[in-house]
């Protein structure tokens, strides 16, 4: 855990099942649909056949829809907005501006790191796109017809764009209506011990330095967000349909800033279209939507466009790095050393556990044995939306895995020694577990050297290390390059005393009811966005249960049925929820054994379960046996007098400990010297997430994790101009990969499983997001490294790649057979 | 965003080219999506104002009354401006200051700026007008600092330089024929006397 936290829990007990618990690469599923067999995905069905349910399904009677006005300045105070030329308009029902919502005291809301957001703009716009006024009519249409009609008057004032402008002397400040702010600066956070780490550094032999941005990226999740919020003046009831990655959390924070009881306040998260990060924060259009039902007493519908989603609600990433490391002259890395200007845009709305501002970036150690660690950061406002969300990663992981992964490298060139080498001579050994790093973690287990040795050979290392210093003799056109990284990330917060999203506990839940005909259905706290929760949870219980997987039925992202949880995000689902529901499970199977034994008419410690018969028998008579669903009968139809009647359990889920999965990828990658395109000629990826449920679900998620990867190593930036213009704000500007730029993946595995968690499970959702832009920006700047170069930023488009072989003395000039043609005559479409 | 450029017109003489771009006629007729430019108060309301439509432009209209809705130093005015780049077709209510104009050197300058749903843009701009080298016309050197913001702005300069080409390339052309129409007449002394009104 983080030496931040003084707030240590007493060491808990793991929760281990008596017979150890599954092992499923020896006994896969058990043909009933347990952990390690293939099931395919219940929930496909109904996406397949079109019948998901998606926020923008839902349609109720007297529906309204709601439009939201935003500003065209990045920095601006309003003078005046009038609406009365959009309530001139036939179809329009309301104007609501912040002085509507102050009537309500609903026109600010508390952001997850405690800053205050305005809903609707009262006095001052502090990002392009912020929400200035919302209008509501009875269809989309005329909602947008009447945004178009209100007239705001704006002051307008300097902008700030970018960290380091922000913080210099005589930046205007953004928000001085903060007592006592009288500069863009927000925090500053350590990290680690400053006095050995440098004791390390005067004493290295070698030192490397690096400069590096992770770029602002969005996650864009194909659904953007929105909501369905129905006030039910007869029940007092607000119900609230919405793209929430946390339903409980939300349901929480929305009693908190409507006033409305907790017990009157319904979110339903159904069908949701990606997260990645996106979903975990309130944003402004669920709280206006809700204040306009509740004013209206109708239901209003709010859904983003995808411009309004990349422009204004949670970005990712956008730290600026200084990264050193001190070694020997042999390659043994001492001391690792990090300094951060962290853009958090106009309001601190980071989403992460609340005692981490920087996350949980203090994991930068990564997978090796790292003496001396020492980092710092300096968080700022600038006048672009807020964010800092763990896009597809576990709070700020991403940045310190690239971090660290890109240092090995610079180091590995520096000394003149092959990557892999360096990595393989300074990884935590694997009898070295559970193992405490130079920032206070505690890494539960890990075979770093065999996920590597397996991606090595996968990868025929090196035929392509051969084939790369051919081409440089060779002078040729296309260089080669191989790229490595062996990330450990660490996901599935709690634990609850450590990890909290606003006070709450990050604990999860699950909560498991056996029909009296043997089947059962599972309710638990998380929510999916696509992850196949419906599927993989199933098949725990089936595993835990011996039941069949078909014969159980989750539900999720209803909080008037499910138990309370925290939410998916960070790589917890498995993690935690899953815990919950191998713990629920074994709960359930204490009680079936009472059951078991009046059946059977044994004494209670005479029963055993067996896990691969998936029965309970007396002990030493195996044909005395009862399977779950004659439990489930006796349950309810002959239970024992001295037990309460039913077979169900709940469990509150807090681990003892986060999960550390890891893995190595590696990316060979030629690049043109003429144009600056990079094509990946190898993509491999060896990931370790410990007892695997579902091996065709988690190869999904690896082939979705790294064409974000490549989105975030070669495409994908929110870029400002000046005046603080969103000029990546859309799907012309901000590139999503497609088919076109996805290679061919080959993904392995090795099976470490964590000792602490109840089925031996890491989570594996976020691993290829977080292991493969190093990987890939490894193997561009190895394409070059011949020629001293020692980085290229992200995203590393053919233009920028270019410019880096140009200044390498490496590009060529166009060849001679090149031509370019430009077509003058194309007509011009007409303006109308 | 940093807008300039030249533009020459054969055969056309400062004085004439003047009194045409002196006339906000003339350059709402030149100039395209332009539905008006109109002298403002405080009052001016958007919504309200009808553009006038049949205005006797020169070289057939009174000279007097030419002279007379010439620009005017210090002067705001109102213009409605559709300008369409891409899918985004904003309208913007644009009001224009002249900041100066020397009948002398033939240089006008002007800011000003404008809002329309989503978008919004401030300038400062300023043209003069010289005698080209042989004496048969007029070289027109125009610049523009422009500040957009919003909906346009995200497409970046990439979209609108372009699409700022062709609106100031079309006016020209335009503003040309109106200029040949005007000069063709020079006889009948419209424009000295124009000249010397303004």
């Given amino acids: 855990m983080s030496s931040e936290s003084d707030n240590t829990a007493e060491p808990r007990e793991y929760q281990h099942d008596d017979d150890g618990g599954p ?149 205007p400040v953004i928000r001085e209506e903060l007592d006592g702010q009288d500069d863009n600066h927000i925090f500053d956070w350590e990290t680690g011990d400053p006095e050995a780490t440098e004791e390390v550094f005067d004493a290295a032999a070698v030192t490397v330095e690096e400069q590096m941005e992770y770029q602002r990226l969005h996650p864009a999740p194909i659904e953007t967000c929105g909501c369905v919020a129905d006030w039910d003046p007869g029940d007092d009831k607000m119900t609230v349909h919405m793209t929430s990655q946390a339903p409980h959390a939300h349901r929480t924070l929305f009693s908190q800033v409507s006033g409305i009881p907790e017990h009157k306040v319904r979110i339903v998260s159904p069908d949701v279209g990606g997260g990645f990060g996106n979903k975990v924060p309130i944003y402004p259009g669920y709280v206006v939507a809700a204040a306009a039902s509740y004013v209206l007493e109708r239901p209003v519908k709010w859904v983003e466009e995808r411009s309004e989603n990349i422009q204004t609600t949670g970005f990712a990433r956008d730290y600026d790095m200084t990264g050193e490391l001190a070694a020997t002259e042999d390659g043994e890395i001492k001391g690792v050393k990090v300094d951060v200007l962290a853009d958090h845009g106009a309001y601190n709305a980071a989403a992460q556990p609340s005692k981490f501002p920087a996350g949980f970036f203090n994991i930068f150690t990564g997978s090796y044995d790292i003496e001396a660690a020492y980092g710092s950061l300096t968080g700022a406002y600038t006048n672009t939306a807020p964010g800092g969300v763990a896009y597809r990663c576990s709070f700020r992981v991403t940045e310190a895995v690239y971090l660290i992964e890109r240092m090995v490298k610079v180091l590995a060139d520096e000394l003149d020694v092959d990557p892999a080498e360096i990595r393989r001579q300074n990884f935590i050994p694997s009898d070295a577990f559970p193992y405490e790093s130079a920032t206070g973690w505690n890494y539960d287990s890990g075979d770093y050297e065999k996920a590597l040795d397996k991606a090595l050979e996968m990868a025929d290392y090196e035929h392509y290390r051969e084939e790369q210093q051919r081409r440089i003799e060779n002078d040729a056109d296309k260089l080669i390059g191989i790229g490595i990284s062996s990330f450990t990330e660490v996901v599935g917060a709690g634990p609850g005393k450590q990890c909290d999203i606003a006070g709450i506990e990050m604990f999860d839940s699950a909560d498991l009811r056996v029909n009296p005909t043997g089947n059962a259905v599972l309710r638990v706290g998380v929510q999916t966005q696509g992850q196949g929760h419906e599927t993989t949870f199933a098949q725990i219980v089936a595993e835990e249960l011996g039941m069949d997987v078909d014969d159980i039925v989750v539900e999720h992202g209803d909080t008037d049925t499910e138990p309370y949880g925290l939410g998916t995000y960070g790589s917890r689902s498995t993690p935690v929820a899953g815990a919950a529901a191998a713990v629920a499970a074994r709960k359930v199977r204490d009680k079936a054994k009472s059951i078991a034994a009046n059946e059977l008419e044994a004494a209670e410690e005479d029963i055993e379960w067996d896990r691969e018969s998936g029965e309970f028998h007396v002990v030493g008579a195996p044909d005395r046996s009862i399977t779950i669903t004659e439990i489930a009968a006796g349950a309810y139809m002959n239970h024992p007098g001295d037990e309460e009647p039913g077979l169900e359990a709940t469990n509150y889920y807090d681990p003892p400990e986060m999960t550390y999965p890891f893995g190595s990828y590696i990316v060979v990658v030629e690049v043109d010297r003429e144009t600056g395109e990079v094509d990946f000629e190898k993509f491999v990826a060896v990931d370790d997430c410990g007892n695997r449920i579902n091996p065709m679900i988690i190869e999904g998620q690896i082939h979705g994790g790294l064409a974000q990867g490549i989105g975030t190593a070669m495409m994908e930036h929110v870029t400002y101009d000046d005046n603080g213009n969103v000029t990546g704000g859309d799907f012309m500007n901000y590139l999503l990969p497609t088919a076109n730029e996805i290679p061919n993946f080959e993904t392995g595995h090795t099976v470490t499983p964590s000792p602490h968690h109840p089925i031996g499970a890491k989570g594996v959702g976020e691993s290829p997001t977080v292991g493969s832009p190093p990987a890939i920006v490894n193997a561009v700047v190895d394409a070059m490294s011949h020629a001293d170069v020692s980085h290229v930023e992200m995203p590393m488009t053919p233009d920028a790649v270019w410019e880096v072989l140009d200044e390498a003395g490496l590009a060529l000039e166009p060849s001679a057979n090149v031509t370019f043609e430009f077509d003058d005559t194309t007509e011009e479409p007409a303006d109308d | 965003m940093n807008f300039e450029g030249e533009f020459e017109l054969e055969g056309v003489p400062p004085e004439t080219a003047w009194s045409v771009l002196s006339d906000p006629m003339a350059v709402r007729d030149a100039l395209k999506g332009c539905r008006y430019i109109t002298p403002m108060d405080d009052d001016f309301n958007f919504d309200k104002y009808e553009a006038k439509e049949d205005v006797e432009m020169l070289p057939e209209a009174d000279p007097d009354v030419v002279a007379d809705r010439a620009f005017d130093a210090d002067q705001k005015y109102a213009a409605l401006m559709q300008v369409g780049v891409g899918s985004v077709k904003p309208q913007f209510e644009t009001t224009v200051t002249i900041t100066d104009r020397d009948d002398e050197s033939f240089e006008m300058l002007a800011s000003g700026g404008g809002d329309a749903s989503g978008s919004s843009f401030s300038m400062n701009s300023g043209m003069r007008i010289h005698e080209l080298e042989n004496g048969e016309g007029s070289r027109i050197e125009w610049w523009t600092e422009a500040d957009i913001s919003g909906r346009i702005a995200q497409l970046g300069s990439r979209v609108i330089k372009p699409v700022s080409d062709k609106i100031v390339n079309n006016f020209f052309s335009n503003i040309q024929q109106q200029m040949t129409d005007v000069d063709e007449q020079a006889n009948s002394g419209v424009t000295d006397k124009l000249r010397n009104m303004l």
């Fill in chain 1, 23 to 171: 092992q499923p690469e020896k006994h896969c599923g058990h043909g009933r649909g347990g952990m390690g067999e293939e099931v395919t995905r219940k929930e496909d069905k109904r996406f397949i056949t079109g019948r998901g349910n998606y926020v923008d399904d839902i349609k109720k009677p007297r529906m309204l829809h709601c439009e939201i006005v935003r500003s065209p300045h990045a920095h601006a105070r309003i003078e005046d907005i009038d609406g009365s030329r959009a309530m001139a308009l036939d179809d329009v029902v309301a104007v609501l501006t912040a002085d509507d919502l102050l009537e309500h005291d609903l026109a600010t809301m508390p952001t997850l790191m405690d800053d205050t957001q305005d809903v609707l703009v009262n006095d001052k716009v502090k990002f392009q796109s912020q929400e200035v006024a919302a209008v509501i009519a009875t269809d989309r249409y005329a909602a947008k017809d009447g945004a178009e009609k209100v007239k705001v008057e704006y002051d307008v004032l300097d902008p700030v764009i970018g960290a380091e402008e922000a913080l210099e002397d005589d930046a």
